[in-house]
């Protein structure tokens, strides 16, 4: 395909200043249309997440496009879960039994900062601010904006269109209603909401809880997390019921009652956030939703790629990583040198649909096992036979958190199919006592592997693998 052809990016978060960055260091002519304002010069953070758990399949990008050491030094390591009880007590989780596995906390607005620069260190790349999109006509490879700076209407034209701007897709909103083609869309939103709230560095700049973790306060039906930042201070984000539960996001109305449920339900805070109030009622409730479409594609015209085509709830920490990983996925198409776009854009949702919707799953999953499972007691049982099964046999085990996020080159997919079967086999093995915490590891893990096994052929023979 001719590199002298036009890219229009819709959208430039993260993945599209990524996609950018990676298209104009393949020599093609870029531009990028956003329709906030550029974020290096504004703070549009407005309660949205500020920072990001960052792991192995998102930094497999960076390395693509030669960022890996200025990313990491945006990075603060996050070793495990450090669970809060009910009294304020804590204990930590790790992440894995390997000492170099663990994930990390980064700010959203550093990254994408640095990816803007670095895309237009490219003379073939060009970034434009304050442009949104209202619709595309994918049949035309064209695309109708609204100039924010004047209000004015404009359309721009283009070789191909990539649509990476988010859950909200205009271009998938296109897709939907120009009823051109067989174009399936689902959007799926749980029953919770979530809310940004922040603790505050110390004076000194010191963080006032502990550093290196994911801070999690379980609940049941409810939870409170705490990711770190560079200045000391962390954002913590509260996972709610609209409307179910005691405590919810539509009567906590008042002072009185935030105070009145924090005080019950995370005692240990209220210390650590005397802005607990200024935040909650500043920052607004946003919806959590799983968006799932196919095709992302069409002819070989327009592509939606990122969130635009498969937004996804943020509890397994790979909504960027996943998003990040379709740009590397997509690179791979292209170095195959496929006769033209349509070919390319075939080739790479074959090749990703399969992993993102098993993303979408695995992040319900965890879901129910952060607010809930990290509290019962067969659960924690699980984690430190696992734990004790990936220091002892690096080679020969990884947990399904960790196929998920340590091992980018295993397939989500393949990932949750075989992590759950784990899951399912421990936990089985475990309830029956058949293994116990006291057994020789060498002989739990050949059980444990066994089992898995007959798991994953049920598995196969009904038709699930």
């Not at 050949?446 to 196969?460: C, G, S």
Request: with cysteine.
């Amino acid at each position: 395909m001719d590199k002298k052809q036009n890219i229009l990016i819709i959208g430039a978060g993260l993945c599209g200043s990524l996609l950018a960055l990676r298209m104009g260091q393949r020599g093609y002519n870029v531009s990028v249309y956003e329709m906030r304002q550029d974020l290096r010069k504004v703070d549009i953070s407005a309660g949205r997440s500020i920072n990001l758990a960052f792991s192995d399949r998102g930094n497999k990008a960076m390395k693509l496009v030669g960022l890996e050491d200025k990313v990491k030094a945006l990075c603060i390591p996050m070793n495990g879960r450090m669970i809060h009880d009910d009294h304020g007590k804590t204990f930590q989780s790790n992440y894995s039994g390997r000492d170099h596995e663990y994930i990390n906390s980064i700010s959203r607005g550093e990254l994408n900062a640095l990816l803007l620069n670095e895309a237009e260190k490219h003379d073939n790349v060009n970034i434009y601010f304050n442009k949104k999109c209202k619709s595309v006509d994918f049949e035309k490879t064209t695309a109708l904006f609204t100039d924010y700076n004047n209000e004015d209407d404009f359309i721009e034209d283009a070789d191909i269109i990539i649509a990476t701007d988010g859950a909200g897709s205009a271009m998938r909103k296109s897709y939907y209603l120009g009823k051109k083609f067989l174009f399936s869309f689902s959007q799926a939103y749980l029953t919770h909401g979530y809310k940004e709230l922040s603790i505050l560095p110390k004076e000194n700049g010191d963080y006032k809880i502990y550093k290196n973790a994911l801070h999690i306060w379980p609940r049941g039906s409810f939870m409170l997390i705490a990711l770190p930042n560079l200045d000391g201070s962390f954002t913590v984000t509260l996972f709610l019921s609209y409307d179910e539960g005691k405590y919810n996001f539509n009567n906590l109305i008042n002072q009185d009652m935030v105070l009145e449920f924090f005080r019950e339900e995370f005692p240990d805070t209220l210390a650590v956030m005397p802005n607990l109030v200024d935040d909650f009622f500043k920052n607004p409730t946003a919806p959590l939703g799983t968006i799932k479409c196919s095709p992302w594609h069409y002819k070989g015209n327009t592509l939606l790629m990122g969130d635009a085509a498969h937004a996804i709830v943020p509890f397994y920490g790979q909504g960027m990583n996943a998003s990040f990983e379709d740009v590397v996925e997509f690179d791979k198409v292209l170095d195959k040198n496929l006769a033209d776009w349509e070919s390319t854009f075939k080739a790479f949702e074959k090749a990703r649909k399969k992993d993102t919707d098993s993303i979408a799953d695995l992040a319900i999953d965890n879901f129910h096992e952060m607010k809930d499972h990290v509290a019962n007691p067969i659960f924690q049982e699980k984690r430190k036979l696992e734990m004790a099964l990936e220091k002892t046999f690096p080679d020969d085990y990884s947990s399904k958190y960790s196929l998920v996020t340590f091992n980018e080159d295993i397939g989500y997919r393949e990932a949750m199919l075989r992590g759950r079967a784990q899951d399912k086999a421990i936990l089985n093995l475990l309830t029956d006592g058949v293994i116990t915490l006291d057994d020789d590891l060498k002989t739990t893990l050949k059980k444990v592997t066994q089992e898995t096994e007959a798991i994953l052929e049920d598995d196969r023979i009904a038709g699930l693998k």
